[in-house]
């Protein structure tokens, strides 16, 4: 077992694999002489050098595009997008292409590729560096999604995006990429896409999250009486169902955080799965604490966005007194 941070987590990942597999393929701005703009992929081109690890122009759609190319010809890519942001540049490949071969060959082919790109706010950056917008990806049928939020977390669900044989979305909530450290194995070790885990069991109320939010979450229950049960989704698509209605089932009430815009989010869809498979077991209506409709503001405003401790316990006795 070794200490480490979400940043060195990542890189363990990503050194594993490729020193396990040749076609394994790092590619995207600045990831290789210099590292990646949060170091995330130092030291990985003094190991595989300039080819396995290749420094693209500023250019998403070309980043996306040849990574599209390289795994419909063997290869597994393992693209960054510098920040979440700028992946719309991007957008096209990902929608007409990326998400779309194994149904446009009729299962023929597949587009073994992995997106990564810090995600979310708290960090006081500048406009389009702390997007949440992980709703847009989860819609588009033939992506999968996956928000770590915790260093052992994030080994073993990177692998297992590299290894999973369609596009993967690999959103890295950076407020925590070094905020966080934990025991985990120097070994290679997967975690199955799609499963979230129960971080605390409960009795009271289901606290449902995912990514950067999960700290905030923990830290809250710590403050308030009630039985919580904490679920972390860690996919958010493919969404793992049956632990969101059996908790809830078990509860009775929940509460939703995601730092995503409200309308149409993350929170919307499992309302909407819990109102269709679980109704009749509710005590309270779905509470849900979310950043606002609006754009993420620069750093001043940034603390009044982003779901707060007290937010959260707020919501908790919102369902509870209900």
């Known amino acids: 077992m070794v200490e480490v941070n979400m940043v060195s987590a990542i890189n363990m990942a990503l050194d594993q694999e490729m020193k396990k597999d040749s076609s394994v393929i790092i590619l995207g701005e600045d990831v290789g002489v210099d590292g990646g703009v949060f170091r995330v992929t130092d030291g990985l081109i003094k190991k595989y050098g300039s080819n396995r ?3 693209t122009p500023l250019a998403e759609s070309a980043i996306v595009g040849t990574s599209i190319g390289m795994a419909l010809n063997g290869l597994k890519p393992v693209a960054e997008i510098q920040f979440d942001g700028f992946i719309y540049p991007a957008f096209d490949q990902l929608i007409s292409h990326a998400a779309r071969i194994r149904n446009r060959t009729r299962g023929k082919h597949s587009c073994q590729m992995v997106l990564r790109a810090p995600y979310s706010g708290g960090v006081r950056a500048l406009e389009h560096h702390s997007e949440s917008m992980e709703a847009l990806y989860a819609h588009i049928p033939g992506l999968k999604v996956v928000i770590p939020s915790n260093p052992y977390d994030a080994k073993g669900l990177l692998i297992s995006s590299i290894r999973d044989p369609d596009p993967v979305i690999f959103l890295e909530p950076k407020r925590v990429y070094r905020a966080i450290k934990q025991d ?5 070790y997967t975690m199955p896409l799609g499963a979230a885990k129960v971080l605390q069991e409960g009795n009271d109320v289901t606290l449902i999250s995912y990514g950067a939010m999960m700290k905030t979450c923990l830290e809250a229950i710590q403050k308030q009486k009630h039985s919580v049960e904490v679920i972390d989704l860690r996919t958010i698509s493919p969404l793992d169902y049956k632990a969101i209605i059996d908790s809830v089932k078990k509860t009775g009430r929940c509460v939703i955080v995601n730092e ?5 989010s993350v929170a919307a869809e499992i309302i909407a799965i819990i109102n269709e498979k679980a109704l009749l077991s509710l005590e ?3 509470e849900r604490i979310t950043g606002f409709d609006t754009v993420m503001p620069l750093y001043k405003l ?3 966005y982003i779901p707060s401790q007290e937010k959260i316990i707020n919501g908790i006795e919102k369902v509870m007194k209900f």
């Open 302 to 304: 940034e603390k009044d």
């Open 260 to 264: 995503a815009p409200k309308s149409f």
């Open 53 to 55: 690890v290749i420094d």
């Open 284 to 286: 309270a209506p779905v």
């Open 184 to 188: 985990i194995p120097e070994a290679e």
